[in-house]
Structure formats: structure tokens, C-alpha cells
């Protein structure tokens, strides 16, 4: 089935007591045992809900996975995959990495023993010299933030295979949608399920998809045992929000390509990275590997004063962090969103003074142009 059908039916099958179309929110903790020693398949929420349950399987089967996970946030979802290695283990890391993650693992799994390199993913060469003998697994960023910059997500999981190594990635940007990771040979995928797949900024979610039945019993082990799951009603709007998924990145898509060619011409604009602009180094790639370029562009304007001017006098476009909602968002990644970033790091990678995120939403594109021309102005 075309990936438009499964995300539109998700959650459809479930309720058969009353035959309630969409999957109802099983706004409850525990579950009444039917005897002694039996059990409805449900016995505590934080175990499995049936709401949450209609979310990971739907989510399986958008990936092509043996089984799906749902967290209370993507950072959640992330933490609960770190316990899958132990002390002394290494992995290689994408550099321009959402700054959240940087600060998981820096910050908080370095404590237990737990080592990470950052390298530049678009380059598989790099990634290979990055390996070690205790490097366990590759977390990768299928397209970066914010310099939306491209992994070869096959290239990368036939090396992982070579090495033995399990190959993560944060498919955030993408979706299901635009690359099925676990068919290029990925191991898990991970999302931040408040920003695309949830769709409309009202909902913290992380998901997770694992491509193996026995990997995916350890993951369902520490979803559990450590318990950040996400809670029946958010699981609910989670399901809402990918129903539409595949239209609202259509649309978005369409607007973010009128965008990034739109501010390449402004006088007030240096770089736009855009990976479908044909100049953007990704552009071939992502082309051969995506059905889509998403809706995120980055770029820089040619004075840091128009900065500010920017963020404050957009009317439409709203200055807050996240992204992949209906609604246009912009950010400054310098000082919003990769702040626990090292400020070297940063200047090398090119966050800097100049740069600007924007989220394009499903508005109209013209609207958004003219919310632009004006600010400028
Ligand atoms: C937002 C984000 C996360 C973290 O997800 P939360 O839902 O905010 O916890 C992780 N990775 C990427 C790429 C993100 O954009």
C-alpha cells in the first residue's frame, strides 16, 4: 500500500466493541485481569495502552519495521536507545547535531562511560575513519539541523553492517514519507514526533521503529523498564496528526521550494541551503534516496542587524523553536537551538551570526513571501 494510505488509516482497526471509526483514548492506568493468571493483553499503561499501541503499530507499519515505540518526547525516545550500549562503548555521531541530542550525550551519557566523535555524515569516508574497535553504532541525522545537509543512509548501513555496528537514524526532517530508512538498511529510526508526524506544534511525542524482531524486544524492555512512554492522549493527537502527514509535507514542500527561491534573489540574503535548490550539495542525493527535499531552509542574511529585524517584525511567521508544524516558524540556530553546542564548533560549521531557520508551514505561499518582503523592508 502507498505510504498516503497507511498514514490516512492509522489507527483504524481497533475498536471493535462499539465500532468506533478512530481509535478512542484509553484514558486509563490499569486494566481488570479476566482471571487469575490472565491477563486481556493489557494489565498497566506505562506496559502498553491501546491508544499508544494503535501509535507504534501504525508507526511499524509507515517504516517497515517489526514493531514501533512511542515516547513521551523525542529526547525520550533517544535516551531509551542509549541503553542499548554499555561503559566503554563509542559511537559516531553526526556534527551538526540537534543540539538536544548534543547535550544528551555530552552531558549527561558521558557520566556513564559512554563516548561519542562527531563527524560530518554526509561523507561516508569520514564516518569509516571515525570507527574504532569499540564503536558500537553510527547515530545519524538523515538531514541536519539546521545546514540540512545529507546522509547517504545506504551507504552508511551497508558499512555499519560491515562493522558490525547498529545504524541509527534521526529521521526527523524527513519522515517516512520522503525515505523509508529501515528499507536502505537502517537498523532503528527514531523522530521527534512533535515536529512532522504530529504535525501542528500542540504535541511533545518521540517514536521509535526497529527493523528487527529481537532488537526491537530489547527496546520494548528498556521503553518499559525506564518508562518515559507517552501518555494516551498525546498518542491520540498523534495519530491525528499523521493522518495528514503526506499532504501537509506535499504543501509544505511546495511552499519551502517558492521560499528558497524566493530569498536566494533578496538583496538582504547571503546563503540559502535548500536541499531542492540544484545547487545545494545534497541535491543529487536526496533526489535519488527521497521522494521529497522537506520543508526546512536555512540562510544567512547579509547583515547581522536584519536578524533581529527579522524574528521581531514577521507577523506571520512566528519567532519559536520546533519546526515541522502547520504553522511557519523562525528561528536563530546560534542562540535558540544549538546553544549547548562549543561556539568553535559552531563557527566551523557555519551557525552563525547570520543565520536564520525557517519551518515553512502550509500557509500560503504568497503570504508568506509578502511576510517576508515586509520585514525586510
Ligand atoms: C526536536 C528534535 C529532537 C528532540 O525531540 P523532542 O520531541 O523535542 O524531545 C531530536 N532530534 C531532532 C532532529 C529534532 O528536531
Not at 535516551?79 to 550500549?85: G, H
Not at 548534543?102 to 558521558?110: G, H, I, P, S, V
Not at 562511560?113 to 571515525?130: I, K, N
Amino acid at each position: 500500500m502507498n505510504i498516503a494510505t497507511t498514514a490516512a488509516q492509522i489507527g483504524l482497526e481497533r475498536e471493535t466493541r462499539t465500532g468506533a471509526v478512530t481509535v478512542p483514548i484509553y484514558q486509563t492506568a490499569t486494566f481488570r485481569h479476566p482471571g487469575l493468571g490472565q491477563s486481556t493483553g493489557y494489565d498497566y499503561s506505562r506496559s502498553g495502552n491501546p491508544t499508544r499501541q494503535a501509535l507504534e503499530e501504525g508507526m511499524a507499519r509507515l517504516e517497515g519495521g517489526s514493531r514501533g515505540f512511542a515516547y513521551a518526547s523525542g529526547m525520550a525516545a533517544i535516551t531509551s536507545l542509549m541503553f542499548l550500549f554499555e561503559r566503554g562503548d563509542h559511537l559516531v555521531v553526526t556534527e551538526d547535531l540537534y543540539g538536544g541530542s548534543y547535550r544528551l550525550f555530552e552531558k549527561l551519557f558521558q557520566q556513564f562511560g559512554l563516548s561519542f566523535s562527531y563527524v560530518d555524515t554526509s561523507d561516508v569516508e569520514l564516518v569509516r575513519q571515525a570507527i574504532r574497535p569499540n564503536t558500537r553504532a553510527l547515530f545519524v541525522e538523515s538531514l541536519t539541523n539546521p545546514l540540512l545537509k545529507v546522509a547517504d543512509v545506504a551507504a552508511l548501513a551497508a558499512l555499519c553492517k560491515e562493522k558490525g555496528m547498529l545504524c541509527i537514524v534521526d529521521n526527523t526532517f524527513l519522515t517516512p514519507y520522503l525515505v523509508r530508512c529501515l528499507d536502505l538498511g537502517a537498523d532503528i529510526t527514531v523522530y521527534s514526533g512533535s515536529k512532522y508526524l504530529s504535525g501542528h506544534n500542540d504535541t511533545v511525542c518521540g517514536l521509535v521503529a526497529v527493523k528487527d524482531a529481537a532488537l526491537a524486544e530489547k527496546v520494548y524492555f528498556h521503553q518499559n523498564g525506564a518508562g518515559a512512554v507517552l501518555g494516551p492522549q498525546d498518542s491520540w493527537l498523534t495519530i491525528r496528526g499523521i493522518k495528514t502527514l503526506t499532504i501537509r509535507m506535499e504543501r509544505q514542500q511546495e511552499n519551502a521550494l517558492a521560499l528558497a527561491l524566493w530569498l536566494k534573489e533578496h538583496p538582504g540574503v547571503g546563503r540559502v541551503y535548500y536541499p531542492g535548490l540544484p545547487e545545494h550539495p545534497g541535491h543529487d542525493l536526496m533526489q535519488r534516496q527521497c521522494t521529497g527535499f522537506g520543508a526546512m531552509i536555512a540562510f544567512e542574511v547579509a547583515r547581522p542587524e536584519l536578524v533581529e529585524r527579522l524574528l521581531m517584525k514577521t507577523r506571520l511567521i512566528s519567532f519559536a523553536e520546533s519546526l515541522g508544524g502547520v504553522e511557519s516558524l523562525i528561528t536563530f540556530p546560534k542562540v535558540q537551538t544549538h546553544a549547548d553546542i562549543e561556539p568553535e564548533t559552531l563557527q566551523r560549521l557555519g551557525i552563525n551570526d547570520l543565520l536564520l531557520r525557517l519551518s515553512v508551514g502550509i500557509e500560503d505561499k504568497d503570504d508568506l513571501i509578502a511576510d517576508l518582503a515586509q520585514a525586510f523592508a
